[in-house]
């Protein structure tokens, strides 16, 4: 276990895990960037995905799916991205869900995130993959991407040689929703921090927490 890593701290963060299985948990973070916003996370310390042992996969195909259902059905269909090791803000293995429409997106009338790759990823060298874990062979020659799945297209981005921190999804999200809060939590005002506390609720109580 790694003491100072938040995730590795599984009775601390109790509250906000919603499914778990022997090795993984899925868990609503805290300055979420929609309803539904969750993450399935190891339960064993390690840096990406792309260093999940083979004896994991079936297991965490199993609640990945789980979640990706559980969300389509509660909220909407959900995009999958990682940030790998880089731009990580938790140094510890984590997916994340974002379900692509909730009516907080604009406008309020049905604002859907069609075309992520295109959207927010402009400009970023890429490789279309068929399966997620042909991130390893990424990440064994290049020590870094970033991987993001929507609808039955699988993709890694190519971040060796990118700045730290010149490609944040988050910063990204903020800037293609106008939701311009969500770019930094430490600039939230009172009343987007209030939001996020009830998206988080929201999140919880879907799962029947």
């Known amino acids: 276990m790694m ?6 701290q599984l009775e601390e963060i109790r509250a906000d895990i919603l499914l778990e299985s022997e090795n993984f948990f899925v868990k609503v973070g805290i300055w979420i960037l929609a309803p539904g916003h969750v993450m399935v996370i190891t339960k064993e310390h390690m840096p990406c995905f ?6 994991l996969i079936e297991e965490f195909t199993l609640i990945k799916n789980q979640t990706f ?6 909220f909407f269909e959900p995009i999958i ?7 990580q803000s938790i140094n510890h ?9 909730n009516q907080h997106f604009p406008p309020l009338s049905g604002f859907i995130m069609e075309n992520i790759k ?3 990823f402009h400009g970023m060298d890429y490789t279309r993959i068929s399966n997620m874990f042909d991130i390893a062979d990424v990440y064994g020659n290049e020590g ?9 297209d699988k993709f890694v981005f190519h971040t060796k040689n990118k700045p730290a921190g010149k490609f944040i999804f988050r910063k990204e ?24 506390k009830q998206w988080i609720d929201i999140t919880k109580m879907a799962f029947g927490k």
């Open 3 to 8: 003491n100072q890593c938040l995730f590795c």
């Open 50 to 55: 792309a260093e999940l042992p083979h004896n």
């Open 69 to 74: 259902e559980k969300l389509k059905s509660i």
């Open 81 to 87: 991205y990682e940030h790998g090791v880089y731009g």
């Open 93 to 101: 293995a984590h997916l994340h869900f974002l379900p692509k429409r």
């Open 118 to 120: 295109d959207k927010i």
């Open 144 to 152: 870094s991407y970033f991987y993001l799945e929507e609808k039955n």
């Open 173 to 196: 999200f903020a800037r293609l929703t106008g939701l311009h809060g969500l770019a930094n939590w430490k600039i939230m005002t009172e009343e987007e921090k209030k939001r996020d």
